[in-house]
């Protein structure tokens, strides 16, 4: 007990006498370059944005990079200083079940990476259903799509919805990154899904936005989804590396989208 009770004694005097400030220098690791990067269908939406990483503790600006030569499938991306985006020619647009290459050279580097375009599923329409209150949801329309899928299994997709914010008069969406695959859904055969966790009153406008994605891509939204849970203090998921489909040594991703976007107004 005497040793336990010197030890506590001797801890406090060391803890209360430290009065000298130390800093700590902490050696700035060599900048990577990150990726981001899609083609869609939809017209003039491809791109591919580079940039350098940099220390967790520099507020600058992000460190673009301008001067790289980046191509897909052999057609050039020319830098737009405007979007700091590298961008192909007008009218552009991607085309489902064709692969893609892309290949960007910088600093005498070539990163390298590969995607297909997967075919989005069918959705023909969407149509309201009256509710009673349950749960912690009030009473008011559920809101459900009609679809249709035809593809093999497993196909995935990227699903994100929202509403028209008549206040501030622009789309709102809540960021919630939704994920499935036809593992779970009819094949070959029509069915219905309802919107969870929503309710609508007459008037509102939905917005519903579907992404075909590869399995590279479902991996890395998972992780990144994992990695911002929105759950605070230590249920936190440890930092780590999110996945990449890039080869070189270069950080980020390269997605391949088939887009269907719909609205839907509450009667």
């Not at 997967?118 to 009030?138: H, P």
């Not at 206040?167 to 309802?194: C, H, K, M, W």
């Amino acid at each position: 007990m005497k040793k336990i009770l010197y030890f506590s004694i001797l801890l406090t005097l060391a803890i209360t006498s430290c009065k000298e400030k130390i800093d700590v220098q902490v050696a700035d690791a060599s900048p990577i370059v990150v990726v981001e990067a899609e083609i869609t269908t939809e017209k003039d939406s491809s791109y591919v944005k580079l940039s350098l990483s940099s220390n967790y503790f520099n507020t600058l600006e992000i460190p673009f990079i301008k001067s790289a030569n980046v191509s897909v499938n052999g057609v050039p991306f020319l830098f737009d200083p405007s979007l700091n985006l590298y961008k192909p020619f007008s009218g552009y647009v991607g085309k489902t079940d064709s692969t893609y290459n892309l290949l960007v050279n910088y600093d005498g580097k070539d990163y390298t990476s590969s995607a297909k375009l997967e075919r989005m599923f069918r959705v023909d329409s969407f149509y309201q259903t009256w509710k009673d209150a349950e749960g912690f949801l009030e009473a008011g329309y559920s809101v459900s799509y009609a679809g249709f899928d035809n593809r093999p299994q497993t196909k995935y997709t990227y699903f994100v919805n929202g509403y028209f914010d008549t206040i501030v008069q622009r789309d709102s969406f809540d960021g919630n990154i939704i994920l499935f695959d036809n593992a779970f859904t009819p094949v070959n055969e029509p069915y219905q899904f309802e919107i969870p966790f929503a309710r609508f009153n007459s008037g509102d406008e939905y917005i519903a936005i579907f992404r075909s994605v590869d399995k590279n891509m479902n991996d890395f939204l998972i992780a990144y989804s994992n990695q911002n849970p929105d759950i605070p203090g230590p249920f936190q998921v440890p930092p780590a590396n999110l996945p990449t489909n890039i080869t070189g040594g270069a950080l980020g991703y390269f997605a391949t989208y088939d887009i269907s976007r719909w609205r839907y107004k509450v009667k």
